[in-house]
């Protein structure tokens, strides 16, 4: 398996931190991905709600994750780092990784909100079933 090489970096992404916070983000990507099959009705609801807060705050925080800003918190004593190609390209990276290639921001941006509604979709009718049985 190929690992993923940030360069240009001063500190290492290839610590316990930044180890840590990439598998975290990949958890929650992978709970994302899968979370609109859930049976339990309080998660279904838990997970109709952070869909569209996890797509506000990329709107609000200029396309960077929570997840990204807090490591880069922990690391600098800053919120935002301008040097660190990481924020904001989480999945960037991904498909660099799984496809060998670089996707700009706005691609990122509409495949990215456009899955978030897709998978809301699917967790609101399967939600719905969930309310009729």
Same mark, same amino acid.
């Given at each position: 398996?190929?690992?993923?090489? !940030?360069? /240009? $970096?001063? &500190?290492?992404?290839?610590? /316990?931190? /930044? #180890? =840590? +916070? +990439?598998?975290?983000?990949? *958890?929650?990507? *992978? !709970?994302?991905?899968?979370?609109? #099959?859930? =049976? =339990?009705?309080?998660? #279904?609801?838990?997970?109709?709600?952070?869909?569209?807060?996890?797509?506000?705050?990329?709107? &609000?925080? $200029?396309?960077?994750?929570?997840?990204?800003?807090?490591?880069?918190?922990? $690391?600098?004593?800053?919120? $935002?780092?301008?040097?660190? @190609?990481?924020?904001? /390209? +989480?999945?960037?990276?991904?498909?660099?990784?799984? +496809?060998?290639?670089? @996707?700009?921001?706005? &691609?990122?941006?509409?495949?990215?909100?456009?899955?978030?509604? !897709?998978?809301?979709? #699917?967790?609101?009718?399967? !939600? =719905?079933?969930?309310?009729?049985?």
């Amino acid at each position: 398996m190929a690992s993923i090489d !940030f360069q /240009g $970096r001063a &500190v290492s992404k290839k610590d /316990g931190l /930044g #180890l =840590s +916070f +990439f598998l975290f983000h990949t *958890g929650v990507g *992978g !709970f994302v991905l899968a979370g609109w #099959l859930l =049976s =339990s009705y309080e998660a #279904l609801l838990f997970y109709l709600v952070l869909l569209p807060a996890m797509a506000s705050q990329w709107a &609000v925080n $200029r396309g960077s994750c929570l997840i990204n800003n807090v490591e880069t918190w922990l $690391r600098t004593g800053r919120w $935002r780092d301008p040097e660190n @190609p990481e924020e904001g /390209g +989480f999945l960037a990276a991904l498909c660099d990784w799984l +496809f060998a290639m670089r @996707p700009s921001a706005p &691609v990122i941006g509409r495949c990215s909100y456009s899955a978030v509604l !897709f998978l809301w979709l #699917l967790a609101l009718g399967h !939600f =719905s079933w969930l309310a009729l049985a």
